[in-house]
């Protein structure tokens, strides 16, 4: 097929695709703006796209996708996982919720009472004891969480076979820097709310973020385990120069790059191609 002759975002074309190669592997992509990065060619779906130029892929990434637009595409998703028998459905979601927007819900300043909620946390930092609102934080994460388990239900009732990938993101650096495109400014979507409730040390704003990740991974890998053929990619540490960073929650083109070469790829040789 070739570069750029795999990736498709429109289903008439990806049909037509799929007709014309019935035997080719498929692979899904749901999720967020890790795998649609607009206007950059550089995001987890692209780079996939181009490793395995053999598998056909269907995006269905939304750049900002949350909770609400997630649960939109759900009947659509539904169709296409009963219709496509796809060899893996790779999903990437809850980063917004865990330290994104979502984060001004569950900040909060020292002096402020904390509800620690009814998850097992393990050791909790004093960084994250003084301004995270556990019991809050739960509830964002048992959404994201929630969400990814509605895919992994509709994979189990009409394509068992299909081994779903969901994934860390990576440890981020809290730099206060947005996403620009032109005139148009996103962002940024952490350091703004850690320096309001008065963490703005650099090194206090990486403990807690890094434990909020941390946090994301536990609840995944228990996903994992009650559900078979989910994997988890545990990217996490991919990333630890600031400068892989593009803005405070997306990679540049070389973070990507290796997120998707070293992490990715290794997980999906021998089911894609």
């Not at 035997?23 to 796209?49: E, I, M």
């Not at 995270?132 to 990814?148: G, H, K, M, P, V």
């Not at 989910?230 to 997120?259: C, K, M, Y």
Request: hydrophobic share 40%; glycine share 6%; charged share 25%.
């Amino acid at each position: 097929m070739g570069i750029g002759k795999n990736n498709f975002d429109q289903l008439s074309q990806y049909q037509k695709a799929v007709d014309d190669n019935p035997d080719v592997p498929r692979a899904l992509c749901f999720g967020d703006s890790w795998f649609q990065y607009v206007p950059h060619p550089t995001d987890l779906n692209k780079q996939l796209a181009r490793i395995f130029k053999n598998t056909l892929f269907l995006n269905e990434g939304v750049a900002g996708r949350d909770s609400a637009m997630w649960k939109i595409g759900l009947p659509r998703i539904k169709r296409e996982i009963a219709s496509y028998s796809f060899k893996a459905i790779l999903l990437s979601n809850g980063g917004n919720d865990i330290v994104g927007n979502e984060m001004r819900e569950f900040v909060k300043e020292a002096d402020r009472p904390q509800s620690p909620g009814s998850f097992d946390w393990g050791v909790i930092p004093p960084q994250v004891m003084d301004h995270i609102r556990l019991s809050t934080f739960q509830c964002a994460i048992q959404y994201a969480i929630e969400d990814l388990a509605e895919v992994v239900q509709l994979r189990d009732l009409y394509s068992r076979d299909s081994i779903i990938f969901v994934h860390t993101y990576a440890y981020i650096w809290p730099s206060g820097d947005a996403f620009k495109l032109g005139p148009f400014k996103l962002g940024p979507w952490v350091k703004p709310y850690l320096d309001a409730v008065g963490v703005t040390d650099i090194k206090d704003q990486r403990v807690i973020t890094c434990w909020l990740i941390d946090q994301f991974y536990r609840r995944l890998q228990i996903l994992a385990s009650q559900h078979p053929n989910v994997r988890v990619i545990d990217s996490r540490d991919a990333l630890p120069d600031r400068r892989q960073w593009e803005n405070e929650i997306h990679p540049t083109n070389t973070g990507f790059q290796r997120i998707a070469k070293d992490y990715w790829v290794p997980q999906l040789t021998g089911i894609l191609k």
